[in-house]
């Protein structure tokens, strides 16, 4: 059975840090894209971040660009997001994601995230 | 980046009716890779259909899903109780990926 497990959401100051984790279990990890994917509170889903099956390349929305990190470690089957200067309009639940031929066919319950001082 | 814009809004209907959920493209979407998700309050969201018109494994057969280019439709044939949730269309281009703004279906 596919699951993704994300943990480490926190409430952050304005301008601070957090490192978001996915631990991933029942697929092959190695063989797969995986994704971020964030909703703030009552809005819609909104792509946040991608890295390739190797953890080659990595993609991001415009907003989060220099200020997120994704990695994986394939050995731990773990993916990570690590988010610096973070701001009020980060607040959001975060999901993980498994990238399967271009759509998310596996889901994390999300882990919540919320920037205020 | 692909816009992907949702219509309508809101969709008010009866259990039994045939709901008709639209998603428009900016531009053409790659080799039809759209999808649809469902999405519960509390919860994640559920793969619907993928690659514009193919359901996702579980999912019944009320549920289906049409288009190509820019223009995309998922339709559910008779609403069940547990059909009403927000719906989302989603395009990935291989790089980044973006969802459209969300369909909610409600109880009328």
């Known amino acids: 059975e596919v699951q993704l497990v994300e943990s480490g959401g926190d409430l952050v100051q304005p301008g601070g840090s957090l490192r978001l984790s996915c631990a991933a279990s029942?697929?092959?990890?190695?063989?797969?894209?995986m994704t971020w994917v964030r909703q703030a509170p009552g809005k819609g889903l909104e792509w946040v971040a991608n890295?390739?099956?190797?953890?080659?390349?990595?993609y991001y929305v415009d907003s989060v660009k220099g200020r997120f990190t994704i990695s994986r470690d394939n050995a731990k089957n773990s993916l990570s997001l690590q988010m610096s200067s973070l701001r009020a309009d980060d607040t959001a639940v975060y999901y993980c994601?498994?990238?399967?031929?271009?759509?998310?066919?596996?889901w994390g319950q999300g882990t919540p995230v919320t920037v205020s001082s | 980046e692909i816009v992907l814009t949702q219509s309508p809004g809101t969709l008010s209907l009866s259990p039994g009716e045939r709901a008709t959920l639209s998603c428009r493209a900016s531009?053409?979407?790659?080799?039809?890779?759209l999808a649809w998700y469902q999405q519960k309050p509390g919860q994640a969201p559920r793969l619907l259909i993928y690659?514009?018109?193919s359901r996702a494994t579980g999912i019944p057969d009320r549920f289906s899903g049409s288009g190509s280019g820019t223009d995309f439709t998922l339709t559910i044939s008779r609403l069940e109780p547990e059909d009403f949730a927000v719906y989302y269309c989603?395009?990935?281009?291989?790089?980044?990926?973006?969802f459209g703004q969300g369909t909610k279906v409600e109880i009328k």
């Open positions: 994601a498994r990238h399967n031929v271009y759509k998310y066919d596996y």
């Open positions: 029942g697929f092959t990890f190695n063989a797969y894209s």
């Open positions: 890295i390739h099956h190797d953890g080659s390349v990595g």
């Open positions: 531009q053409s979407v790659n080799s039809n890779y």
């Open positions: 690659d514009a018109s």
């Open positions: 989603q395009q990935d281009g291989g790089s980044t990926g973006t």
